[in-house]
């Protein structure tokens, strides 16, 4: 199963019907009742012993 079929399945949506990010941000945001949050990604190069590829701050 793709990640299109996920989101579509999810949020009882099709996909062609949007045709920016700025939609489907807007769809995710009316379904959780509440502003997505920015997070940050640092590119640091390593892998820690948790597993975590990325840093991740609210």
Do not use: A, C, W
């Not at 009742?33 to 597993?51: A, F, N, Q, T, Y």
């Amino acid at each position: 199963m793709g990640k299109t079929v996920i989101f579509e399945e999810r949020y009882g949506v099709n996909v062609n019907d949007f045709s920016t990010t700025e939609e489907i941000d807007e769809v995710i945001e009316k379904q959780k009742g509440r502003k997505l949050e920015i997070v940050k990604i640092d590119d640091h190069g390593i892998v820690p012993s948790r597993g975590n590829v990325f840093k991740i701050r609210k």
